[in-house]
T-cell receptor
Framework: GAVVSQHPSRVICKSGTSVKIECRSL??????MFWYRQFPKQSLMLMAT?????????EQGVEKDKFLINHASLTLSTLTVTSAHPEDSSFYIC?????????????FGNGTRLTVT | GNSVTQMEGPVTLSEEAFLTINCTYT??????LFWYVQYPGEGLQLLLKATKADDKGSNKGFEATYRKETTSFHLEKGSVQVSDSAVYFCALSDSTNAGKSTFGDGTTLTVKP
């Protein structure tokens, strides 16, 4: 089945540094990818929609300059958390529907646990 | 806009008990409905889906029926196992919105031996 690979699975960084998270669709093309943040009470918050070849669409309240999204190819989207602060510590998850597959479910990466010290 | 409301957790059951996790939705048009499962420390995986009214999705002993008249998609399993302990998310996808899904808040299930 369709696989989405997310890397790294865990990262610890110091306050003020930047962290890049990669999301790859391994055996299908993804013109669209979604980035979520998951809080301790388990709800998923959609942060942005990543569009191949164009700018990402951010949800209300999500800072574009802080969470930089790039979707350079049909199989790769990246999320960069810039100037990270402890409050950015969270579980970040990406997902993608299959292009051309009607009513396609989302295929999720395994998530990235970010800890900012 | 679209919304999904699912039963609040946590839910704790003994092994072999019957499971129901309620899910209702609000949507314009004709959405597809999904249940996803998340095991500790992992991303979400598709558990089952239904794309039109009266469809029944099933997988690993879990079932859910797309009920348009009650706008519901309740998840059921006749006999749960310890390995079913996870967080379960109900979701809908509107085909007019490029795969963007709306998720419920998740329900944590713990099954005790």
């Amino acid at each position: 089945g369709a696989v989405v690979s997310q890397h790294p699975s865990r990262v610890i960084c110091k306050s003020g540094t930047s962290v890049k998270i990669e999301c790859r669709s391994l055996d299908f093309q993804a013109t669209t990818m979604f980035w979520y943040r998951q809080f301790p009470k388990q709800s998923l918050m959609l942060m942005a929609t990543s569009n191949e070849g164009s700018k990402a669409t951010y949800e209300q309240g999500v800072e574009k300059d802080k969470f930089l999204i790039n979707h350079a190819s049909l199989t790769l989207s990246t999320l960069t958390v810039t100037s990270a602060h402890p409050e950015d510590s969270s579980f970040y998850i990406c997902s993608a529907p299959e292009v051309g597959a009607r009513n396609s479910p989302l295929h999720f990466g395994n998530g990235t646990r970010l800890t900012v010290t | 806009g679209n919304s999904v409301t699912q039963m609040e957790g946590p839910v704790t059951l003994s092994e072999e008990a019957f499971l129901t996790i309620n899910c209702t939705y609000t949507a314009t048009g004709y959405p597809s409905l999904f249940w996803y499962v998340q095991y500790p420390g992992e991303g979400l995986q598709l558990l089952l889906k239904a794309t039109k009214a009266d469809d029944k999705g099933s997988n690993k002993g879990f079932e859910a029926t797309y009920r348009k008249e009650t706008t519901s998609f309740h998840l059921e399993k006749g006999s749960v196992q310890v390995s079913d302990s996870a967080v379960y998310f109900c979701a809908l996808s509107d085909s007019t919105n490029a795969g963007k899904s709306t998720f419920g808040d998740g329900t944590t299930l713990t099954v005790k031996p």
